[in-house]
């Protein structure tokens, strides 16, 4: 039996474009498009594609309803086995299709789906309950590696074979707790890991805890209008030319820039932001980053003073690690400066 499998891509991975195709809506091709090609080929004949939905990642974040229908619609026409998506890697919009695609099929069909994502991409705590998602890279570099995964995993579950651990088959676990068998009762193997321990070997707990990240907010500003406000973004608005070469995503630095005698970025800066369309930012940069509207608060009294630099980053595809030491950097440089408050924006 050859079990039939509808592929679901976004407008880059479809072939149709980059940011300036997000806004395309879906379409259907009875062909193998872009990732779906290679997947097939990992089936070895035991599945096919039979089909591909692109569609682009703003649109169907912001027209949710109207994808899903013509999703459903293609999915009653075609009768596949199983849908599988992305991988979305990190690309966090991707991934909230991928996500919202995943858990409407369950839900409303009861189809299986697979999918890959990076773990810190927001699709994963959005979907991993239903679907599974093979761990795949931060980039489409880790293609090659991520559908043969993809490609085992949905064997498995279309023959109705027991999946192993998230360990064993390379997905993200789901949070479930399942009954097994062991060798040795769990009072030994707690004690057996109590031992490792103290002995500074390596040991694995059977039950991870996870690890919540609680930043107290900082006491409210008394006095405004003698306070010292920053201007922090990680919408990539930069000088013109990028002189630092912050990179468009996954970036790996930050800048900052001295903004003492200008009113406003635009004129000067543009955005080098590879998840979002650029039009309106390049257009005016202050609808990211507001610097005309702080001086203009600095000029009526609202605010003490606008503090001489302008820092940036981006922020698609950049690690939470990498998040998480900028902002540390960042924020030493401003308390040592003596800035009262920071007006963060994103995207």
Known sequence: ?????????????????????????????EEKIGPAMGFEQLLKGEAQVVGTIVCGDNYFNENTEESLKFIYDTIAAVKPDMVVAGPAFNAGRYGMACAGVANAVIDKLGIP????????????????????????TDSAAGMRTALPVMAKIALKLLKKEELGTPKEEGYIAQGKRLTVFADKRGSERAVEMLIARFKGEEFETELPMPVFDKVAPAAAIKDLSKAKIALVTSGGIVPIGNPDRIQSASAQKWGK?????????TGGYYTIHG????????????RVAPLDMLKKFEKEGLIGEVYEYFYTTTGTGTSVGNAIQFGKEIGKELKEAGVDGVILTST
Request: net charge negative.
């Open 275 to 286: 998840g979002y369309d650029p039009v309106y930012a390049n257009e005016v940069p202050d």
């Open 1 to 29: 039996m050859s079990y039939k499998i509808l592929y679901y891509v976004n407008q880059f991975f479809g072939q149709v474009g980059g940011e300036e195709q997000a806004g395309i809506a879906p379409f259907y091709k």
């Open 113 to 136: 789906v697979v999918t890959g994502m990076y773990h810190e991409n927001p699709g994963v705590d959005q979907c991993k309950a239903k679907a599974i998602i093979a761990e795949v």
């Open 257 to 265: 820039y001295n903004v003492s005698d200008i009113s406003e970025l």
